[in-house]
């Protein structure tokens, strides 16, 4: 079956301005996550959804960083006003339940975001 | 003192030997284990997860979990060029929620 998938693969912008990525988990996945992975670094957890709701926000950065999930399925990560030090990989990831300790995250091939 | 912590390498080992990748942790309410395996350029997949105290094999690989002294490792049986990669530890405290440690750069030299 399909894994997730993000798009774009690329974004190039400029400072300041907005960017939106995309997000479509595995089908039937409820959990989904953002991380960001800058260069030499782990992942670095953003957020956190079970089903529409973000259940856990609390790696966002800042309030220039918000993420939906409207019907459960597919997540948009919006960033306002980018910086520089936004560049790096977004990452997305989505498993089964989210809840077992033991479910397994399979990982999107990601976004890499430059902002120049 | 971070909360998942590796050496960043790179480690070199080869082709044929034994490959061991370490990872401490801090919290000592951590339950699960994961090693995954991260490609240049390319998105973390995994390898395989351990939860209790031991060894668990899946074919060249074995992951070994101390939760006394708060370490896990991954040992890799007759490294190849292809296993050359980054491998990152992530733990998790038995929600949702991953850390992740920065990641073993891993070479191995036909």
């Known amino acids: 079956g399909a894994g997730v998938s993000q798009t774009p693969s690329n974004k190039v912008t400029e400072k300041g301005k907005y960017v939106e990525l995309r997000c479509d988990p595995i089908?039937?996945?409820?959990?989904l996550y953002w991380y960001r992975q800058s260069l030499g670094q782990g992942p670095e957890f953003l957020i956190y959804f079970q089903g529409t709701g973000a259940a856990d926000d609390s790696g966002l950065p800042n309030d220039r960083f918000f993420a939906v999930r409207p019907e459960g399925s597919v997540s948009t990560l919006k960033i306002q006003r980018t910086e520089r030090g936004d560049s790096a990989v977004y990452l997305c990831a989505s498993s089964l339940k989210g809840g077992p300790s033991t479910d397994t995250q399979y990982f999107g091939p990601g976004t890499r975001l430059t902002v120049l | 003192q971070k909360e998942v912590e590796q050496n960043s390498g790179p480690l070199s080992v080869p082709e044929g030997a034994i490959a061991s990748l370490n990872c401490t942790y801090s919290d000592r309410g951590s339950q699960s284990f994961f090693w995954y395996r991260q490609y240049s350029g390319k998105s973390p997949e995994l390898i395989m997860f351990i939860y209790s105290n031991g060894d668990k094999e899946d074919g060249r690989f074995t992951a070994q979990l101390n939760k006394a002294s708060q370490y896990v490792s991954l040992l890799i049986r007759d490294s190849q060029p292809s296993d050359s990669a980054t491998y990152l530890c992530?733990?998790?405290?038995?929600?949702?929620?991953?850390?992740f440690g920065t990641g073993t750069r891993l070479k191995v030299l036909a």
């Open positions: 992530a733990v998790n405290r038995g929600t949702y929620k991953y850390i």
């Open positions: 089908s039937g996945h409820t959990a």
